[in-house]
C-alpha cells in the first residue's frame, strides 16, 4: 500500500478546489481496499470516487482512500436482455458508451454524467427522465467496520430524487465496490419525453431513434448548458430543486405567471432552483473566482483558483436571497466536506 501525505486533490475534484489530503491511497482491488481498512487504525477514512459531487471547504486530515477498482463482466444474457456487473472505479460515462457500443439499453439518458460508477447509487444519479433506480439490480459494499461483503438489492437502496439509504441510515458506513444493472438488448424503453430531447432530435429529422442517437441527443443539450468541468470547475447541479406546498405555489403563480413546475402530487410542487436563481439576479454574476454559470443557474463554477470555502459563501448568499424572495429554502445537492 502506497501512501502518498500532504497530496492535493485538484485534481481529483471536479471543482478543482485546491485541498489537501494528510494520506492518499489509491485502491485498484477489492483485496486492496480490505487490505487497506484492515491497516488504518484510529485514523479517518474518506472515500474518494470521481469527486464530481462535492465542494472541498477544508483540507482533509483523513486516510483518503481513492477508489479506482475496474471491470464490466457480462453475467448473464438472454435473447432481450443482460445482467451486467461494472466495478466501482470506472467512469460512468465510458461504462455509458461501453453499453451503447454493446447495444445495451436503459442508460443512455444518463450519458455524460461526470464521476465513477461506485458514487452513482449514492445520489441515485438522474437525467431528463431517467434515473439510476430505473435499471439497478443491486450494489455490491463492503462494511468498514466489519470488512464484510454486503448486496443491497435495489429495495434495500431506498431511492429516492438524489437520494438513497447511502446518504442517510448506513451513511459512511459501507463502501460500494460494484454496481449491477439489468439493461435491454433489443425493444429497448426510450424516454425521449424530456423536452429538450424531443426538439434535439427533431432538429435531426429523426423520428425512429436508436439509443445512440438518445445518447448524441443528451450529450449535445448537456455540452450547450452545462459547464465541462475539464475546463471550468464545477459539480452540476449544486442545490436540488425544492419541492413546496401546493398553496405556496398558488401564492407564487400568481406574481409570478411563468414560474415552471412539475406536480410531486396533489399538495407538492417541485420548482426548478435553476429558475429561482436566475428570477433573482444571480445567473452569470461572479465574485473573484467563484461564480454562477451564465448558461444555467443552478451550477456554480470556480474559474480559476476559487477557494471551496469562497464557492460555500456563494451558496450562502444565494440561499438567503431565495429564501428572502420566494420564502424557500434550498438544500445542497453536492455534498460540503
Ligand atoms: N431554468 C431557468 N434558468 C436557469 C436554469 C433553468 O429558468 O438558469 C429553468 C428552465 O427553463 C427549465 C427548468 O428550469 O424550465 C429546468 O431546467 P433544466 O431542464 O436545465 O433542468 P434542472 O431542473 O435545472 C435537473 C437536474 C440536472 C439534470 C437536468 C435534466 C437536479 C438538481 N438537476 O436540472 O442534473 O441534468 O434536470 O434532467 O435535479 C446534476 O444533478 O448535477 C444535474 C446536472
Redesign the pocket.
Known amino acids: 500500500m502506497k501512501v502518498e501525505n500532504n497530496k492535493s486533490l485538484k485534481e481529483y475534484n471536479t471543482f478543482g478546489i485546491n485541498s489537501t489530503a494528510s494520506e492518499f491511497v489509491s485502491i485498484t482491488s477489492e483485496a486492496d481496499l480490505i487490505n487497506a481498512i484492515s491497516i488504518i487504525h484510529k485514523r479517518p477514512i474518506f472515500i474518494l470516487s470521481g469527486g464530481s ?1 462535492m465542494l472541498l471547504t477544508k483540507n482533509l486530515d483523513a486516510f483518503v482512500l481513492h477508489i479506482k477498482i475496474k471491470g464490466i463482466t457480462v453475467i448473464e444474457e438472454s435473447e432481450n436482455s443482460v445482467l451486467i456487473s461494472v466495478n466501482a472505479g470506472e467512469n460512468w460515462h465510458d461504462f455509458v458508451q461501453y453499453c451503447i457500443k454493446n447495444n445495451y439499453g436503459g442508460l443512455e439518458n444518463l450519458s455524460l ?1 461526470p464521476g465513477y460508477v461506485g458514487s452513482a447509487p449514492i ?1 441515485n ?5 431517467v434515473e439510476l433506480k430505473d435499471t439497478m439490480i443491486s450494489c455490491e459494499a463492503i462494511n468498514i467496520a466489519t470488512r464484510k461483503k454486503h448486496i443491497f438489492s435495489n429495495k434495500d437502496c431506498k431511492f429516492g ?2 437520494n438513497s439509504i447511502f446518504k442517510n441510515e448506513v451513511k459512511g458506513e459501507y463502501i460500494i465496490t460494484k454496481v449491477t444493472f439489468n439493461l435491454t438488448k433489443k425493444e429497448h424503453t426510450l424516454t425521449t419525453s ?1 423536452g ?1 430531447i424531443e426538439s434535439a432530435l427533431n432538429d435531426q429529422g429523426i423520428t425512429k431513434p436508436t439509443i445512440k442517437d438518445i445518447s448524441e441527443a443528451v450529450i449535445k443539450i ?1 455540452k450547450s ?2 459547464p465541462d468541468p475539464s475546463k471550468i470547475g464545477n ?3 449544486f ?3 425544492p419541492v413546496i406546498t401546493k398553496s405556496h405555489f398558488t401564492k407564487l403563480q400568481k406574481i409570478y405567471p411563468n414560474i ?1 413546475s412539475y406536480k410531486i402530487d396533489d399538495d407538492h410542487i417541485k420548482v ?4 429561482l ?3 433573482s439576479g444571480f ?1 452569470g454574476k461572479r465574485w473573484g473566482d467563484a461564480g454562477v454559470h451564465e ?5 456554480l463554477v470556480n474559474y480559476d483558483n476559487a477557494t471551496g470555502k469562497e464557492i460555500l459563501d456563494l451558496s450562502k448568499k444565494i440561499i438567503s436571497g431565495i429564501k428572502e424572495k420566494f420564502d424557500i429554502l434550498l438544500e445542497t ?1 453536492v455534498n460540503i466536506i
Open positions: 459531487n454524467i445520489q444519479i438522474g437525467a431528463y427522465g430524487y438524489r424530456y429538450a448537456r448548458k452545462l459539480s452540476g447541479s442545490f436540488k430543486n415552471p426548478p432552483a435553476g429558475w436563481i436566475e428570477q445567473k448558461k444555467q443557474a443552478l451550477v445537492e
